[in-house]
C-alpha cells in the first residue's frame, strides 16, 4: 500500500479544479484501502493452503507412535517409511512429514522447482525448510516450469528408490502443483527435448492442463500410474495438493498413483485438435502405436491410497470467511473458472456493470438486456457449479459492499513474446472491459494472483485494476491494447505508477492455482 500511495505527490502537480482534485484523492485512498483489503483476503486464502498445517491436518501418529493414520486408514510403522515428491510445495511438505516421521523414515527424494529452496532461505521460512542432516534428497530443476535435464535426473532417482521397496515398506508420495513438469522420465525412444517440444507447443496453442496432462502420461514412465506400478507391492499414500480445476487425482501432476483411463485415441484427439499430429517425431508416433497395442492394459493401483489434502476451494472458503469479517457479502462464484482468458475478462467486466444496476436502487431493473449478454457469456465459459444467481440476488437483496470470489486457471493464448502470467494478463484485460460499462457511483476492484507466488516467468503474484486504470495509463503514455497484443501485461504493470499495481509475495511454498477477487462497493 506504501508504494501505491507513491503516486498522491504526482496528483497534486496535476492542473486540477479544486472539486476535481479533492473528487481524485478521494477515489484514490477509496482504492488503495480496496487493494490493502484484497491483499489481505488474498495472504488468508493462501494462508489456509500452506503445506506444513495441510500436512498434519492429513497425518497422524496414535499414542504408540507405532501406527501412522490417514484419515480413517492406519499403516504399521517400523522404519520403512519411503518418501519421494514431487512440485513448487513439496519442500515444506517434506519438511513436515519428516519432522512427524522422525526415525520411522528411512529415506526420501524430492523433486523442486530451481530456486524454490534458496528463496524459502531468504524469506527465513525455516518450517519449509529440511534439517541439515536430512535423510531426504533434494533435486531442483524444471526452470520456468519446463522438464530439463535436472529434472530428468530427479525423476529416474525416485524411480530407483520406487523399484527397491518391498512388501514391508510404505511409500509416501508428496504431489504439489508444478509436479509433472518436475517428473520427466520419457518412454525411450522419446527423448526429453522431443517431450518438451511438444509440451511447448500444445501449451502456446492453448491447450488445457488436462489435455497437457493427457499427452505427457502417455509418453512418461511414471505418469499415469507409473510410479505406483513401480512402487509395488509396497502400500502407497499419495498426499495430493491439488492445482488442477475439480482436484481429479488422476490429471494433478499427471495421475503418478492413479491409473490412466485415457486411450491412445484421447492423445490422437488432441493433437489433431492443435494441428500437431502431422508433425510429431517417429519416436512419439512409435510409443504410441506401443501403447495402442499393449495386452496388459492399464496398471492397477489397488495397492494405492490417494488423499486431497488441499485445493482452491479451501482457500476460496478461507477468504470468504475473511471478507465477512471485514463486513462484506461475500460470494464464491466457483473455484473452477477456466477458459480463454479474453472471455473471461469479459465475464467480470460486464458482471461488474451487472452489479451497479443492483447495488444502485435508481438503477433497479435497467439492465435486462446486460443480464441477458452475461448469462450468455457464463453460458459459453460453462464454468462448473457456478453461483452467478446467488452473487446477483446477494447484490439486489442487500445493498451493501459485496466481494465475489473465484479460483481456477485461465488460459493464454500466445501472440506476443512480452512477459507476464495469466494472473497479471487478466487484470490487465479486466481493467480494459472497466472502462467500456460507466460504474457510477460504485466502487470496484478486482485482484488475480497465483497462489504460488509467482505469475509465469516474473516476480509478481498478480495485479489488482480499478475502472480507472486506462485513464491512468493514458496520463503515463501508456497504450493498453499494445501490451495486451503482445502479451506483456508485466511491462505494463511495472511502468504503471511504479509497479503499485502489482501484488508481490515471494514464493510462498504453496500451489492451489489462481485467486479472483472482484470488489463492489457502493459509495
Given at each position: 500500500?506504501?508504494?501505491?500511495?507513491?503516486?498522491?505527490?504526482?496528483?497534486?502537480?496535476?492542473?486540477?479544479?479544486?472539486l476535481l482534485?479533492?473528487?481524485?484523492?478521494?477515489?484514490?485512498?477509496?482504492?488503495?484501502?480496496?487493494?490493502?483489503?484484497?491483499?489481505?483476503?488474498f495472504e488468508s486464502a493462501v494462508g489456509a493452503v500452506l503445506p506444513g498445517p495441510m500436512l498434519h491436518r492429513a497425518l497422524s501418529l496414535d499414542p504408540s507412535g507405532r501406527q501412522l493414520k490417514v484419515r480413517d486408514r492406519s499403516f504399521q510403522l517400523r522404519q520403512n517409511v519411503y518418501l519421494v515428491g514431487f512440485g513448487k510445495a513439496v519442500m515444506g511438505m517434506a519438511a513436515a512429514a519428516e519432522e512427524l516421521l522422525g526415525q520411522h523414515l528411512v529415506q526420501g527424494v524430492i523433486s523442486i522447482p530451481k530456486g524454490i529452496r534458496a528463496a524459502m532461505e531468504r524469506a527465513s521460512k525455516q518450517e519449509m525448510l529440511l534439517k541439515p542432516h536430512s535423510r531426504v534428497q533434494v533435486f531442483e530443476g524444471a526452470e520456468d516450469n519446463l522438464p530439463d535435464r535436472d529434472a530428468l535426473r530427479a525423476a529416474l532417482a525416485?524411480?530407483?528408490?520406487?523399484?527397491?521397496?518391498?512388501?514391508?515398506?510404505?511409500?509416501?508420495?508428496?504431489?504439489?502443483?508444478?509436479?509433472?513438469?518436475?517428473?520427466?522420465?520419457?518412454?525411450?525412444?522419446?527423448?526429453l527435448e522431443e517431450k518438451q517440444t511438444l509440451t511447448r507447443l500444445l501449451a502456446a496453442r492453448g491447450a488445457t492442463i488436462q489435455e497437457l496432462n493427457t499427452i505427457r502420461k502417455a509418453l512418461s514412465q511414471l505418469k499415469g500410474g507409473g510410479l505406483a506400478q513401480a512402487a509395488y507391492p509396497a502400500q502407497v499414500v499419495s498426499l495430493i495438493l491439488s492445482d488442477v480445476v475439480g482436484d481429479p487425482v488422476e490429471v494433478i501432476a499427471s495421475g503418478p498413483t492413479v491409473a490412466s483411463s485415457h486411450s491412445v485415441q484421447d492423445c490422437l484427439h488432441i493433437l489433431n485438435r492443435y494441428g500437431l499430429r502431422a508433425a510429431l517425431p517417429r519416436s512419439v508416433k512409435t510409443v504410441l502405436s506401443r501403447a495402442d497395442s499393449d495386452p496388459h492394459g492399464p496398471h492397477a493401483c489397488g495397492h494405492v491410497l490417494n488423499v486431497i489434502i488441499g485445493s482452491n476451494v479451501l482457500a476460496l472458503a478461507e477468504a470468504q470467511r475473511q471478507a465477512e469479517?471485514?463486513?462484506y457479502q461475500a460470494v464464491v462464484l466457483s473455484a473452477a473458472m477456466q477458459g480463454d482468458v479474453k472471455s473471461m475478462a469479459q465475464f467480470y467486466g460486464l458482471l461488474a456493470h451487472v452489479a451497479r444496476t443492483r447495488l444502485t436502487p435508481s438503477m433497479a431493473g435497467a439492465s435486462v438486456e446486460e443480464d441477458a449478454q452475461l448469462h450468455e457469456l457464463a453460458a459459453e465459459l460453462q464454468i462448473p457449479d457456478l453461483q452467478l444467481e446467488e452473487a446477483l440476488e446477494t447484490?439486489?437483496?442487500?445493498?451493501?459492499?459485496?466481494?465475489?470470489?473465484?479460483?481456477?486457471?485461465?488460459?493464454?493464448?500466445?501472440q506476443g513474446s512480452g512477459r507476464g502470467g495469466r494472473n497479471q494478463e487478466l487484470a490487465l484485460r479486466v481493467g480494459a472491459e472497466l472502462r467500456r460499462w460507466p460504474l457510477g457511483q460504485i466502487d470496484v476492484l478486482f485482484l488475480s494472483g497465483g497462489t504460488d507466488g509467482q505469475d509465469g516467468p516474473t516476480e509478481a503474484a498478480g495485479a489488482w485494476v480499478t475502472p480507472e486504470l486506462a485513464s491512468q495509463a493514458a496520463a503515463e503514455g501508456l497504450d493498453m491494447a499494445t501490451f495486451l497484443a503482445h502479451n506483456d501485461s508485466h511491462t505494463f504493470f511495472c511502468r504503471l505508477q511504479g509497479g503499485a499495481h502489482l501484488l508481490h509475495t515471494g514464493m510462498t511454498g504453496t500451489n492451489v492455482m489462481d485467486t479472483h477477487l472482484l470488489f463492489l462497493r457502493p459509495q
Open positions: 500500500m506504501a508504494a501505491a500511495l507513491q503516486v498522491l505527490p504526482r496528483l497534486a502537480r496535476a492542473p486540477l479544479h479544486p482534485w479533492r473528487g481524485s484523492v478521494a477515489r484514490l485512498a477509496s482504492s488503495m484501502a480496496l487493494a490493502e483489503q484484497a491483499r489481505q483476503l525416485i524411480r530407483q528408490l520406487a523399484e527397491g521397496l518391498t512388501a514391508d515398506d510404505l511409500l509416501l508420495v508428496l504431489i504439489s502443483g508444478g509436479g509433472s513438469a518436475l517428473l520427466p522420465a520419457p518412454i525411450p525412444p522419446v527423448t469479517a471485514l463486513g447484490m439486489a437483496w442487500g445493498r451493501g459492499p459485496v466481494c465475489l470470489l473465484a479460483g481456477g486457471e485461465p488460459t493464454v493464448q500466445l
